[in-house]
């Protein structure tokens, strides 16, 4: 087997990626503003740098331009996250399923099928990562993830799901080569600093072209063509 086509850990981020669940996110992080910081939230896909950030982080940073001190942001932030999850994990209880995007079920099967090793690396909390991956029957695909609620930024969640895999999976890390899959620079990007392959996916609130200035490995509109995926994801060229 050539280097290319060795066995990988894979580790795809969650929402706007695997699922589609803004709605239910936005409507519980509105209460949580606004029952904690007094403070407005409505969402616009034209603001999108916190995507794929911790929860704790977008937050802190949606405090910030509402003109709150960093004092007052971190004192009401555990009660912040506490609402924020209840409120998600309400929303989610009111749908029958997550919306999986298109591929996604196909290529995490595909890739499990050819003994690749997948993980998820999410800014959301734990319970609700937990529930997604329940709800929407992603879950038998990754065993291993790391949460928003576990780390700070996005690289020490990274580290921490890749040490999971090891314990896992019953791996040597250096033995094996790593692919992220993500939807905002921010995955991408996180993907370069620990010097994986990265397939960038616009299923979420960045373009094509925004993307694209990440310069990841493979870039695709959404994961419908999960074969072409399939082939980037383990290292071959799209065409």
């Given amino acids: 087997m050539s280097n290319e086509e060795q066995r990988r850990i894979v580790l795809f981020d969650m929402d706007s990626t695997l699922v589609k669940i803004t709605a239910a996110h936005n409507e519980a992080l509105s209460i949580a503003l606004a029952q904690v910081y ?13 995507q794929g950030d911790t929860q704790a982080n977008i937050i802190r940073g949606l405090c910030r331009l509402q003109g709150l001190s960093p004092a007052v942001i971190e004192a009401g932030l555990a009660e912040a996250m506490r609402i924020k999850q209840e409120a998600t994990l309400a929303n989610l209880a009111a749908d029958l399923r997550p919306a999986v995007l298109p ?19 999410s800014g959301s909390v734990s319970a609700v990562v937990s529930a997604v991956l329940e709800r929407s029957g992603l879950q038998p695909y990754f065993p291993v993830y790391a949460c928003g609620d576990e780390g700070v930024q996005r690289l020490d969640l990274l580290h921490l799901v890749l040490e999971r895999a090891a314990r896992a999976y019953g791996i040597q ?10 939807d905002s620079p921010r995955d991408i990007l996180t993907g370069k600093e620990v010097n994986a392959r990265t397939v960038a996916v616009a299923t979420g609130f960045h373009s094509l072209d925004e993307l694209a200035r990440c310069h990841p490995d493979a870039l695709f509109a959404n994961l419908g063509d999960w074969q072409a995926a399939l082939t980037a994801v383990v290292g071959k060229s799209q065409g």
Avoid: C, K
């Fill in 38 to 50: 007094g403070i407005p939230y409505v969402w616009d896909p034209r603001r999108n740098e916190f």
């Fill in 103 to 121: 591929g996604v079920a196909q290529l995490a099967s595909a890739l499990q099928g050819q003994g690749h090793m997948l993980g998820l690396v």
């Fill in 173 to 182: 890390l250096s033995a094996y080569a790593l692919t992220v899959v993500g």
